[in-house]
Each structure stands twice: as structure tokens, then as C-alpha cells.
């Protein structure tokens, strides 16, 4: 080490002392420092051993805190396999496998302290070589080891060396490591002992603990419990939570007050506040573990190769251009961006989320957050104080893949984002649908139908489907059209109604123009299949007033309308008998899609389906009769085209003396014969 000057002889101590733990210190000012001749003012010293010998030094390890262990010691939770562990320290020593977050660290501590009132528990530096390393003569129970970088640096005779000298101080040690795949079965054959597998304590077990501890009012406590909504016990305590949230959970129970009736809803809306900022905070400086955490946000819950995958996109959009492809280096096991240092696991750990994989189950490999509600409030605290990010999170979003729920998933992410902006992010909505992708459209129809009815955003978004109906995009316009869908959203046929037939009127010759079509005519389809009896009947009353247009309204009617009617026949025959105003409906829109060449076979069948269903069900036969009756009296081309083409049809063709008969009042022009 070169100084400027010579230090005084107390500072050159404390120089010592700092870095003890060194085999040689060698202090050198004005001097070279090699391995021949040393000249000039230079001064040698070595390190003396610490009590006990060994390299450990006061920097390499320290005692555990008194006030920590006795937070691990009090409500200790004991794990799977404590009484195994508790064997294998029997020789002096155990090692212990496990997952990080998943409390290795607790189920160490109390391992060591277990037998003793108070235990002097020592924690190692996991960095020192524990095959040179010594305990101390006396005066400590136990000493634990995290996480030290080579453990197959250890030999089965350095154990046997530890477990003669532990023995003679009276100590125990406890070694933990983190999990890998069979990392286990090679420890047990390389070190010649059992190692032991740590598995976290049940989250339940630990909430009451850390409950009745806090409250020792037994009666209120079960009170409480009894209190929980059906379903809340798992939401608040889903399988495999970490310890320590569970224990958090109890905390916040603790302090909303178990006595006032703090309902779960409560407590994980709290919950989710909390940790969905902590979360974001410690994210912010790290922009692979952003990606992730937004990732999870949209996409949590499904495959873990799509998370990744959709957290690299953004990396590649946000990140610096050293990471613009972090997937190439490990797609399998390693987060975006920062893969060579954080496995999947340890992002997934920071960011409160675990992995659920079934052996044998391929689609089940799936990441999520242990809390859900936690993409709410990390999209309220990012809308609120981080909207630089808003552009590029449109643009992100426009680009899911084509799988339907990736697509939903980012539109109902970008609706987020208008609810917590009151719906200023909507700005950024026509550039998302701008974006070179095909799902951009439905991305934007499942924000426009997800948000059309907050309080704060509804107003700007009902703005944008009425401009956008008529606007000359035809992405803009394919936007609306998928949001009249009833399955992108909440958009009423109240409401798409009047839309559909805004994009109909305007439509142009233009081929990306025209491909909103079948949009509309799978909208229609869809509103019908959907809605209950009330729903449909606006739906048929929309579309009978299209009849009238000669125009694109009305081809598109003549279109739809057989797939409608070749829906749930029996309520067609229900609603003909028993409503006037639909069985005109479904006289004019019928007759209407017969009159159209395009559109006549599809009707044609349709009809025949029908006859062939009524065949021996009274009430059908009577619905039918009314429907022929009503078309005849309409006298349209289209229809008697129709009892033609059943007249010229086989025997066996459905509907045959229907069709006769219809015939022979066509042409006495008077109405057939009403069986009812």
C-alpha cells in the first residue's frame, strides 16, 4: 500500500487492524513493493492470529445481534425438516439447502440457538475460507455461514478437522446454500454427510404466530379469523408466500386493530399499497428488474417464457445499448438485461413473485406476484410520478404477441393507465394503435372497452369511439370496431349500435378500409350470442332500421343476420309467438337477407334448419307458421325465391309442405292459414 507519508504508529494500527484477515500487510510510502530486494522507507508487518487461529478477522465476522435473533428466536415457526437438521448438527455441523427469501436464514439461527436461554450465535463472512477458518476457543454457541461462493472448495476431511475443533469450543455450525438442481445428492456424495433441504414454514401457521404474539387476546383473535370472507384466507395467504410476507400480513392485521374488524379486503388493499411502492422504488435504478416488475404487472400469471420474453421488449426499448438483446445470452433461467448477475429466481424473489411449475404439466410454468393487487398501486405510483415513462409504455404494449389473452392483458394494462391518469394518458392511445403491429387495434378496443365506464376516463374515452367512428384511420376505426365486441370490454349495444353503423355509413373502397367488415359483422354476431333478451331485441331494432340504407348499413345487415338468426332457435320461436314487435323484425330482416344474392344461400339454410328443428314441436311449427305468414304478406322476392327452391328440393328436404303452402297463399295473395 502506497502513502503519501509515513503514518504515525497509532494510525498505521488501526491500518493493521482493518485489514486484518490478510496473511502480510505491507506498508510502503516513496517505496516499490516486490518480491526481491524491499529498499527505501518501507515497513513489513504481519498480521497477528486471531484468537482461536484461523484467518477470520474482525471485519470477516461478527456476532449476530441480539435484538435480531430475538425477533427470528420469538415467533419461530419451525420448517419441514427442523427435527432432521437438528440431527445433523448433532456431529457439529449441518448444511442446509434452500431457496432464498424462503427463511433460511431464521431456520439457521434457531437450529443454532435451540437449547440454550441465551445463545452467542457468530455470523461468517461467507467469503472466508472455512477449509483455514477456526472457532473461537470458547464463549460462542454457534456460527453460521451464508451462501459461501465454492462450497465444493470444502473437503469431507476439512468437516472432520471443523467437527474435532467445534467439539472442542463446544460450538456448533451451520452452513446455508442456495438451491439449485441437484445441487443436494452432490453435496451429500462430495462431503460425505447428509445435507438438509429447506423448505419454507406454512404462511398460515406463520400469520398465527406472528398474531398471537401480537395480540394476546385469544377470543378476538379467532373472531377475527372466523370473520373472513370465503376465499380471502388464500388471497391474503396464497401457498408458498414467504415467511416473511406472511408475517407482514400479521403486522398489518396488527395495526388496522383485529378488535375494530379490519376485513381482509383491508388488509391486503394495505398490503398491496405497501409492497406494490417498495417494490417500484427498488426498481427504479435497475432497468432489467423494471421490465420485469411491469412485465409481471401485464402479463403476471402467465407462462414464464412470455413474461420474460414481453420484459425484454421493453428492455430493448428502454434500456441501455449494451443490453438491447439480453434474451440471447439465457433465454431458459435468466431475467432480461441483467441476466449474468440475477437468476430468474433472485428477480422473482425481489419482486415479491414466485414461480408454479406442475411436474409433468408444461403449460403450467408459470410467474406471478404472491399479491396480485400490487400491479394496481404500481400503476397508480408510476401514472403519478414517473409519467416520462408513459410514451414508451404505449408503444410496449402495442405489441403483445397475437395469442388473444397477451392481447387482453396489455389493453386492460393500458386502461390502467387512463383510470390512474383520469384519463390524460388517452394522448398517447392513437399513437399506440399508430404502432406497426397487427394486435395494436385490439390492444387500444380493449382499453377504450375497459375504461368507457370509469367515472374519470369514461367521458375522454366515449369521446375518442365517437371520433374515432368516423375518423379515416382504418386502424383507428378497426379499434372501435373491436371494442363494440361484447367480449373486449363493457361498451353497451346502446352504445356500439350507433357506433357500428357511424364505421358502416363510412366506409370507403379502400382494402384496409374494408377489413373493419367482418369486425362488424362478428361485433353484431357476438352482441347477439351474448345479450339476453333485452339486448337482442335492440340489436334486431338497430339492424331493421339498416334495411332501409342501400348502402354499406345495409349489405352488412343482410350479412349478419343469418349468423344471428342460426342462433338459439328455440328463442327465436319464443320470442316470434310472443312478441309482435320481433317477429316483424325478424320478418323484414329475414326477407332482407334473402333478397341479397350474396347473402340468400346462407339465409336459405337457415330457414331449412329451422323447419327441420320444428318438425314435431308444436310450438316451433306455430312460430314458423307466423314467420311465413309475415313474409308473405311482404311479397319480397327474395323469400319467394325460397319456397321455389324448397319446392324443387327432394322428398326428404325439411320445410317441404310448409313451403306449399306458403306457395299457394303467394300466390292467391292472401295469407296462409295460421295454425294457432
Avoid at 320481433?582 to 350474396?598: E, F, R, Y
Avoid at 325460397?642 to 313451403?659: H, I, N, Q, S, Y
Wanted: aromatic share 4%; net charge negative; with cysteine.
Amino acid at each position: 500500500m502506497v502513502t503519501s507519508e509515513l503514518p504515525l504508529a497509532g494510525d498505521v494500527e488501526a491500518l493493521m487492524a482493518a485489514l486484518a484477515g490478510r496473511d502480510m500487510v505491507v506498508v510502503a510510502p516513496h517505496g516499490t513493493v516486490n518480491t526481491g530486494v524491499m529498499t527505501g522507507g518501507q515497513r513489513h508487518g504481519v498480521s497477528p492470529a486471531q484468537e482461536g487461529g484461523g484467518g477470520a478477522g474482525p471485519m470477516r465476522q461478527g456476532p449476530v445481534r441480539a435484538g435480531y435473533l430475538k425477533s427470528a428466536r420469538r415467533c419461530f415457526v419451525a420448517p419441514p425438516g427442523f427435527e432432521e437438521a437438528l440431527a445433523a448438527l448433532g456431529s457439529g455441523i449441518a448444511v442446509l439447502v434452500g431457496e432464498q427469501g424462503t427463511g433460511r436464514e431464521t431456520h439457521a439461527l434457531n437450529l443454532l440457538a435451540h437449547g440454550s436461554e441465551e445463545p452467542v450465535l457468530v455470523q461468517v463472512d461467507g467469503a472466508v475460507n472455512i477449509s483455514r477458518w477456526q472457532p473461537r476457543a470458547h464463549g460462542v454457541h454457534g456460527y453460521l455461514v451464508m451462501e459461501p461462493p465454492d462450497p465444493f472448495a470444502l473437503r469431507a476431511w476439512d468437516l472432520s478437522r471443523l467437527e474435532a475443533r467445534l467439539a472442542e469450543a463446544g460450538a456448533r455450525l451451520v452452513i446455508v446454500l442456495a438451491d439449485a438442481p441437484g445441487l443436494v445428492a452432490t453435496l451429500e456424495d462430495h462431503l460425505g454427510m447428509p445435507v438438509v433441504r429447506h423448505r419454507p414454514p406454512d404462511p398460515w401457521k406463520v400469520f398465527t404466530a406472528r398474531l398471537s404474539d401480537g395480540c394476546p387476546d385469544e377470543e378476538a383473535r379467532a373472531r377475527w379469523l372466523r370473520a373472513l370472507e370465503p376465499g380471502r384466507r388464500d388471497q391474503l395467504l396464497p401457498d408458498g408466500l414467504p415467511p416473511r410476507h406472511a408475517a407482514q400480513a400479521a403486522d398489518v392485521v396488527l395495526r388496522l386493530g383485529i378488535a375494530g374488524g379490519a376485513s381482509a379486503t383491508e388488509v391486503l388493499h394495505h398490503l398491496a399499497e405497501a409492497e406494490g411502492s417498495e417494490i417500484l422504488a427498488r426498481a427504479q435504478t435497475d432497468p432489467a428488474l423494471l421490465a420485469h416488475l411491469l412485465s409481471l404487472c401485464v402479463y403476471g400469471g402467465l407462462h414464464r417464457g412470455v413474461v420474460t420474453a414481453r420484459a425484454g421488449d421493453l428492455l430493448r426499448l428502454t434500456g441501455p445499448a449494451g443490453e438491447q438483446d439480453p434474451l440471447a445470452r439465457d433465454a431458459q433461467d435468466r431475467p432480461a438485461g441483467d441476466a449474468r448477475q440475477r437468476p430468474l429466481s433472485e428477480t422473482l424473489r425481489v419482486l415479491g413473485a414466485h414461480r408454479v411449475q406442475r411436474a409433468g404439466e408444461k403449460t403450467t410454468d408459470t410467474v406471478s406476484f404472491f399479491r396480485p393487487a400490487v400491479s394496481g398501486t404500481v400503476w397508480e405510483v408510476l401514472c403519478r410520478d414517473h409519467t416520462d415513462l408513459l410514451p414508451v409504455l404505449h408503444t410496449w404494449l402495442a405489441r403483445p404477441d397475437d395469442a388473444a389473452e397477451q392481447i387482453e392483458r396489455a389493453g386492460r394494462a393500458v386502461a390502467a393507465m387512463a383510470v390512474a391518469t383520469g384519463g390524460r394518458s388517452l394522448d398517447h392511445l392513437r399513437d399506440l394503435v399508430a404502432v406497426p403491429s397487427s394486435p395494436a387495434p385490439q390492444v387500444a378496443a380493449w382499453c377504450l372497452g375497459t375504461a368507457v365506464h370509469d367515472p374519470a376516463a369514461g367521458s375522454a374515452v366515449a369521446d375518442l369511439l365517437e371520433r374515432w367512428s368516423v375518423a379515416t384511420e382504418a386502424p383507428l376505426r378497426t379499434a372501435v370496431a373491436h371494442a363494440c365486441r361484447p367480449d373486449h370490454g363493457q361498451v353497451t349495444e346502446a352504445q356500439a349500435l350507433p357506433l357500428l353503423r357511424r364505421l358502416m355509413e363510412t366506409l370507403s373502397d379502400d382494402k384496409d378500409d374494408l377489413a373493419v367488415v367482418p369486425v362488424i359483422t362478428a361485433a353484431l354476431t357476438q352482441r347477439f350470442e351474448a345479450g339476453d333478451s333485452g339486448a337482442r331485441a335492440i340489436v334486431l331494432r338497430g339492424m331493421r332500421d339498416w334495411t332501409e340504407s342501400d348502402g354499406v348499413p345495409g349489405f352488412l345487415t343482410a350479412l349478419a343476420f343469418p349468423g344471428l338468426a342460426n342462433t338459439d332457435p328455440g328463442w327465436w320461436s319464443d320470442q316470434i309467438l310472443a312478441h309482435a314487435e320481433t317477429a316483424s323484425h325478424t320478418v323484414q330482416l329475414a326477407g332482407h337477407a334473402l333478397n341479397d344474392p350474396d347473402t340468400f344461400a346462407a339465409m336459405r339454410d337457415v330457414l331449412v334448419r329451422w323447419c327441420s328443428e320444428a318438425d314435431g314441436a308444436e310450438p316451433r311449427t306455430r312460430a314458423l307458421s307466423r314467420l311465413t305468414d309475415g313474409l308473405v304478406a311482404a311479397r319480397q322476392p327474395g323469400f319467394l325465391r325460397w319456397l321455389l327452391a324448397v319446392g324443387r328440393g327432394p322428398d326428404t328436404m325439411p320445410g317441404k309442405e310448409l313451403a306449399a303452402r306458403a306457395l299457394a297463399a303467394w300466390r292467391d295473395e292472401t295469407p296462409a292459414s295460421n295454425t294457432d
